[in-house]
Nanobody, 127 residues
Framework: QLQLVESGGGLVQPGGSLTLSCAGS????????IGWFRQLPGKEREEVSC????????FYVDSVQGRFTISRDNAKNTVYLQMNSLKPEDTGAYYC????????????????????WGQGTEVTVSS
């Protein structure tokens, strides 16, 4: 059974940093595209960043480009999201999901393509 568990959320001041972790069990993460998504208060879940089976294939939405970095540690079966220069508008519940590695990563990095969602981890950016 595919299972993903997110961790690392918390309260941080604007301009601060957090690192989120997405640990997989029941399957090997590097056989799937793995994505980070977020659900802001009152809004639908949206894509943030995705990583291909190889770490050199990554995609970021414009709003986080240059501030967030996605990476994977295959030995730990874990994908990370390093978030720097956090803004209040980054506040929300962050989820990781898995998708079959079909098509180009940028096109595949959309919410409807992903599943096996974890329970999410809350990120609050506030002074």
């Amino acid at each position: 059974q595919l299972q993903l568990v997110e961790s690392g959320g918390g309260l941080v001041q604007p301009g601060g940093s957090l690192t989120l972790s997405c640990a997989g069990s029941g399957f090997t993460l590097d056989t799937y595209y793995i994505g980070w998504f977020r659900q802001l208060p009152g809004k639908e879940r949206e894509e943030v960043s995705c990583i291909g089976r190889r770490e050199d294939k990554t995609f970021y939405v414009d709003s986080v480009q240059g501030r967030f970095t996605i990476s994977r540690d295959n030995a730990k079966n874990t994908v990370y999201l390093q978030m720097n220069s956090l803004k209040p508008e980054d506040t929300g519940a962050y989820y990781c999901g898995a998708a079959p590695p079909i098509g180009k990563l940028q096109s595949a990095c959309v919410t409807r393509r992903f599943g096996s969602w974890g329970q999410g981890t809350e990120v609050t950016v506030s002074s």
